[in-house]
């Protein structure tokens, strides 16, 4: 086999079905020899190729693949590379480079790949030879996969893909330096069981790690086993059915009243599979200030580096959680629960932009409690607007980018989802700003006969920074309004049919007209530029200084 070839075999081999890529020159042997056996989806533009391999790989569980050629197609996948990095999402990235005899000549179309990429994934590869790929290509498919995963990029220059390889080259993975963790953790855990038993405050966190260790039982096992409260990062979203009696909802800047002032108040707080963001803990010295903190990740990196724990476990927080529930008696706390059932929901005024997303849960409640509905957003307002309103029952039902906050990551990560998930409906919830920075991938959701459903909120402005700008800036609102195209036009230029609300009152009937629609459709729902996220949680300030409302005239 040649080189590119034996890149086939092994993607096959890995149980890859599915890739999302663009070709171009250095990787046009790599697309001679495409087997008929791996589907391709042709995006139209490469970021929207590693985008939607991290739709799919979230939405699925499974690896997502995308493919693109050197230079200017390698580049373009960064931003998407850089969102599953910071998200721990499983992606292998394919990039095509000139031959190993044009390296550092500044060839046509030659980057630096290696370099550019190094700080975006978890490990990358330059193969110079071609006894090496074999090797190199099942490496990266199983760092992609295994611990904390993310995105792994193989560089593979022309005539590497081209060179012939003989029978029986080595591919087993050699990673002398690439420790999972094994060690026994048992007087950690047995630690954090007594702390935990004897706790009278004790909550519970889980982040974006839990639905990667498929652990979302064995949460609520603990929590109604020993009576825990539990809240959720924006990425834990979906652990704990919203209509838990023990869940209490998001914290973080924007999160809900009850969660944010239960952090606070808490004697003990267990977070499983969080990072801390800044937009979770808000000023990290006064973060859960009456709590002994007790951290579980599988990333060692990740305790104590941006909040003390006082008892850190490195390990799976599936086989924690096991440990735990055996160790941790049977409680009950109703004077805790009362306390925090008693915090004040304080949902604040109900604007076009909420009332929507309440209407969009409405029409979807019962594919979403059977977990037949997956819920892609962009980044913005209307983001968080989904976090808040949109009762999530089950992992991996949201896809959102979280630590990057990439705008134009909806559309193609829902291209991705739908793929992955062809029995399920896909919604994407945007903005102007968001679907214009990936606004030709509706060419691809047509020419995949991709049945996608858009809710776009549309404000006319960049809703998130205006907001920003009338509270913290005096109002000065610079560089914000957006004139956007005509929608329902647009959409039927590409060949999707679109409807325009612009009464909420009839947000229901046009929403199920939207999600009754065979194919993909969209439905363009005006919204004042004036509408806020709240509550939130200013910049440096703790989680529970939360402002509530809001006004012209409030600003400091």
């Not at 490469?46 to 739709?55: C, H, S």
């Not at 409405?362 to 968080?384: C, E, F, P, S």
């Not at 036009?489 to 929403?511: Q, S």
Request: charged share 20%.
């Amino acid at each position: 086999m040649i080189g590119a070839e034996v890149l086939w075999n092994c993607l096959r081999q890995a149980g890859v079905e599915v890739i999302f890529g663009y070709p171009g020159g250095a990787v046009m042997p790599v697309y001679d020899v495409l087997p008929a056996s791996i589907r391709h989806v042709l995006v139209r533009h490469e970021q929207a190729a590693a985008m939607a391999a991290d739709g799919y790989a979230r939405a699925t569980g499974r690896l997502g693949v995308c493919i693109a050629t050197s230079g200017p197609g390698a580049l373009n996948l960064l931003c998407g590379l850089a969102n599953a990095f910071l998200d721990s999402v499983p992606v292998l990235a394919i990039t095509g480079q000139v031959s190993t005899t044009l390296l550092g000549r500044d060839a046509f179309q030659e980057t630096d790949v290696f370099g550019a990429t190094m700080s975006v994934t978890k490990h990358n590869y330059l193969v110079s030879r071609a006894h090496d790929l074999p090797r190199v290509l099942n490496e990266a498919i199983y760092l992609a996969q295994t611990g904390r995963k993310g995105p792994v990029l193989v560089d593979l220059p022309r005539d590497v893909a081209q060179a012939e390889l003989p029978p029986g080259v080595d591919s087993a993975p050699r990673l002398p330096g690439y420790k999972l963790q094994r060690e026994d953790n048992s007087a950690q855990v047995h630690r954090a069981a007594e702390a935990l038993a004897a706790a009278s405050r004790p909550l519970l966190l889980v982040g974006g790690g839990i639905k990667w260790a498929r652990a979302g039982p064995l949460v609520l096992e603990l929590a109604e086993k020993a009576e825990l409260p539990v809240a959720s990062t924006l990425m834990g979203l979906g652990t704990v059915p919203a209509d838990h009696p023990l869940y209490l909802g998001m914290i973080g800047m924007h999160g809900a009243v009850a969660a944010n002032r239960a952090v606070q108040e808490c004697d003990l707080l267990l977070a499983l599979g969080v990072r801390f963001s800044d937009r979770t803990t808000g000023k990290r010295e006064a973060f859960a200030p009456r709590a002994l903190l007790i951290h579980v990740d599988v990333d060692a990196a990740e305790l104590g580096k941006n909040v003390p724990a006082d008892i850190p476990i490195v390990g799976d927080v599936g086989c924690v959680l096991r440990s735990l529930s055996s160790l941790v008696p049977e409680r009950r706390r109703p004077e805790w629960l009362a306390r925090v059932c008693s915090f004040p929901v304080a949902p604040g005024r109900q604007g076009v932009g909420v009332r929507a997303v309440r209407a969009l849960a409405r029409a979807t409640a019962d594919l979403a409690r059977r977990g037949d509905l997956i819920l892609v957003t962009d980044v913005g307002q209307h983001q968080m607007w989904v976090a808040q309103h949109y009762p999530f029952y089950h992992p991996r039902t949201l896809l959102t980018s979280g630590g990057l906050g990439a705008m134009g990551y909806g559309l193609p990560a829902a291209v991705g989802a739908q793929v992955g998930c062809p029995d399920k409906t896909v919604v994407l919830v945007t903005g102007d700003g968001s679907l214009q920075m990936n606004l030709q991938e509706l060419a691809t959701i047509v020419q995949e006969k991709l049945p996608i459903k858009i809710l776009l909120l549309d404000n006319r402005s960049l809703g998130m920074v205006r907001q920003w700008q009338e509270m913290f800036f005096q109002g000065n609102l610079k560089a914000v309004f957006l004139r956007g195209p005509d929608w329902t036009t647009i959409a039927a230029a590409y060949g999707i049919k679109a409807w325009r609300c612009t009464d909420p009152a009839d947000l229901e009937d046009a929403l199920d007209q939207l999600l009754s629609e065979h194919g993909p459709g969209l439905l363009h729902c005006p919204v004042p530029a004036e509408e806020k996220v709240l509550p939130m949680v200013p910049v440096g300030e703790p989680l529970d200084r939360m402002i509530l409302s809001w006004r012209r005239g409030d600003e400091p």
